[in-house]
């Protein structure tokens, strides 16, 4: 045995008799909810998948956590690196020497940053070995004056595997003929891509003892680099480690040094939710409406109701009923809809894209070419929850309305 309620609530969301408008306008309520649920998921997905990726991109060629001193100049840096390899969370650490300069190659020039690393060691750091689009790191070997290009900056200098470009440092030095610019010629060795325009298009790794005497800094680094088991422990690490270096060393993790990127997807994501959140109440001003159109038409039957002994709660609960199923019905459709999209859609885009003619995230202008996706329980019941909450919310008004109905005004023109 179910409720009277229940079935009454059940049987007017039908209303099959006499207004078919009705219906229709719940049809219509249902399918706004389901969109504006569906959106916030797919959404909410799209903004997950793209901060995924911006840190798995970003953590592709920096640090976890980075350990220089004032001025980027280290001289006595290898009691240091030992120092950070005895950390339990610390799975490998590096040094490197930073530097700024320019290539040349057939006339054309391009600045870049120039990272002087230890290959076999550096590997250990970052993942770049599995981002070599030609060569390898390996073939960065000391005195050989190998230099590994990012995909974008061979592509501009015109540059391939094994040939020569020049690269120029801004350090100069002083001849008969005044100060010029210390110049040196390497062999690539290596094109990687990250995928990030501001790697690929300005960075170039040489092995450490040539950066050295490229920048003329003897046995001094700029910093070591580390690699922690598990990331997001690093802030905590580098409090730890902070403690136990000397007062002139300063240790920085990958959150604070890219706390930008991270923010702004944060900030978007949140500014998102509640815009299109909008969209979900929207359908609940549908139901609202869906609702008080039901009542003026249910107005004998609320009176017989009464007039059979009905209370006022049980009246208001005929319609909660009835919105709340709406909601419901909504709500589920969205989830399905949107968990579907959200799942397919690395498959979805490229074929609106190739419908369109046109490439919505062009990698020239953004970091991420692709609209990458990454669903997430917790988002989807949120949203799910929401979406029923504010179904709920829209039925108390029309509701208490029909309950206060008075059988005897109801009746007077039956």
Same mark, same amino acid.
Not at 35 to 47: C, E, F, K, P
Not at 156 to 179: C, D, F, W, Y
Not at 191 to 220: C, R, V, W
Not at 312 to 333: D, N, T, Y
């Given at each position: 045995?179910?409720?009277?309620?229940?079935?009454?609530?059940?049987?007017?969301?039908?209303?099959?008799?006499?207004?078919?408008?009705?219906?229709?306008?719940?049809?219509?309520?249902? %399918?706004?909810?389901?969109?504006?649920?569906?959106?916030?998921?797919?959404?909410?997905?799209?903004?997950?998948?793209?901060?995924?990726?911006?840190?798995?991109?970003?953590?592709?060629?920096?640090?976890?956590?980075?350990?220089?001193?004032?001025?980027?100049?280290?001289?006595?840096?290898?009691?240091?690196?030992?120092?950070?390899?005895?950390?339990?969370?610390?799975?490998?650490?590096?040094?490197?020497?930073?530097?700024?300069?320019?290539?040349?190659?057939?006339?054309?020039?391009?600045?870049?940053?120039?990272?002087?690393?230890?290959?076999?060691?550096?590997?250990?750091?970052?993942?770049?070995?599995?981002?070599?689009?030609?060569?390898?790191?390996?073939?960065?070997?000391?005195?050989?004056?190998?230099?590994?290009?990012?995909?974008? %900056?061979?592509?501009?200098?015109?540059?391939?595997?094994?040939?020569?470009?020049?690269?120029?440092?801004?350090?100069?030095?002083?001849?008969?003929?005044?100060?010029?610019?210390?110049?040196?010629?390497?062999?690539?060795?290596?094109?990687?891509?990250?995928?990030?325009?501001?790697?690929?298009?300005?960075?170039?790794?040489?092995?450490?003892?040539?950066?050295?005497?490229?920048?003329?800094?003897?046995?001094?680094?700029?910093?070591?680099?580390?690699?922690?088991?598990?990331?997001?422990?690093?802030?905590?690490?580098?409090?730890?480690?902070?403690?136990?270096?000397?007062?002139?060393?300063?240790?920085?993790?990958?959150?604070?040094?890219?706390?930008?990127?991270?923010?702004?997807?944060?900030?978007?994501?949140?500014?998102?939710?509640?815009?299109?959140?909008?969209?979900?109440?929207?359908?609940?001003?549908?139901?609202?409406?869906?609702?008080?159109?039901?009542?003026?038409?249910?107005?004998?039957?609320?009176?017989?109701?009464?007039?059979?002994?009905?209370?006022?709660?049980?009246?208001?609960?005929?319609?909660?009923?009835?919105?709340?199923?709406?909601?419901?019905?909504?709500?589920?459709?969205?989830?399905?809809?949107?968990?579907?999209?959200?799942?397919?859609?690395?498959?979805?885009?490229?074929?609106?894209?190739?419908?369109?003619?046109?490439?919505?995230?062009?990698?020239?202008?953004?970091?991420?070419?692709? %609209?990458?996706?990454?669903?997430?329980?917790?988002?989807?019941?949120?949203?799910?929850?929401?979406?029923?909450?504010?179904?709920?919310?829209?039925?108390?008004?029309?509701?208490?309305?029909?309950?206060?109905?008075?059988?005897?005004?109801?009746?007077?023109?039956?």
């Amino acid at each position: 045995m179910r409720p009277y309620e229940l079935f009454i609530g059940l049987r007017y969301t039908r209303a099959k008799r006499r207004n078919h408008f009705i219906s229709f306008i719940s049809l219509i309520s249902m %399918l706004g909810m389901a969109l504006g649920v569906a959106a916030l998921i797919v959404v909410l997905s799209v903004m997950n998948g793209f901060q995924k990726e911006i840190r798995t991109r970003i953590l592709g060629i920096a640090p976890h956590l980075q350990i220089s001193e004032e001025g980027n100049y280290m001289v006595d840096w290898q009691p240091t690196l030992q120092l950070a390899k005895k950390f339990p969370q610390v799975a490998a650490a590096a040094p490197f020497v930073n530097g700024q300069g320019m290539v040349s190659f057939d006339q054309n020039v391009q600045g870049v940053m120039v990272r002087g690393i230890l290959p076999q060691d550096e590997s250990k750091v970052i993942d770049l070995s599995d981002k070599m689009k030609a060569g390898s790191l390996e073939a960065l070997q000391e005195g050989s004056f190998g230099i590994v290009l990012g995909s974008d %900056l061979a592509h501009t200098l015109g540059a391939h595997l094994n040939e020569k470009v020049l690269l120029i440092s801004p350090q100069g030095q002083i001849t008969p003929a005044g100060m010029v610019p210390r110049l040196k010629q390497f062999h690539v060795v290596g094109i990687f891509e990250i995928g990030m325009a501001p790697y690929d298009n300005a960075l170039a790794l040489i092995h450490l003892n040539d950066a050295q005497k490229l920048y003329q800094t003897g046995s001094a680094v700029s910093g070591i680099s580390a690699r922690l088991h598990d990331l997001d422990l690093a802030p905590r690490v580098a409090i730890e480690m902070q403690r136990v270096l000397p007062r002139n060393t300063y240790v920085s993790d990958w959150t604070r040094q890219h706390s930008n990127y991270f923010r702004a997807v944060q900030i978007e994501k949140k500014m998102m939710f509640i815009i299109l959140s909008l969209i979900v109440a929207v359908a609940a001003f549908n139901i609202v409406s869906t609702l008080v159109m039901a009542v003026t038409d249910k107005q004998a039957d609320i009176a017989i109701l009464r007039t059979l002994g009905a209370s006022p709660a049980s009246i208001m609960k005929i319609f909660i009923v009835q919105g709340a199923l709406i909601g419901l019905i909504g709500s589920v459709l969205g989830v399905g809809g949107g968990v579907l999209l959200s799942l397919n859609i690395d498959t979805v885009v490229p074929f609106i894209e190739r419908l369109l003619g046109m490439h919505f995230l062009s990698k020239e202008v953004y970091f991420i070419s692709e %609209l990458p996706s990454d669903l997430q329980r917790g988002d989807v019941l949120i949203v799910a929850c929401f979406s029923f909450f504010i179904s709920l919310l829209a039925t108390i008004y029309p509701s208490w309305r029909a309950s206060r109905t008075q059988p005897a005004e109801a009746l007077r023109y039956e």
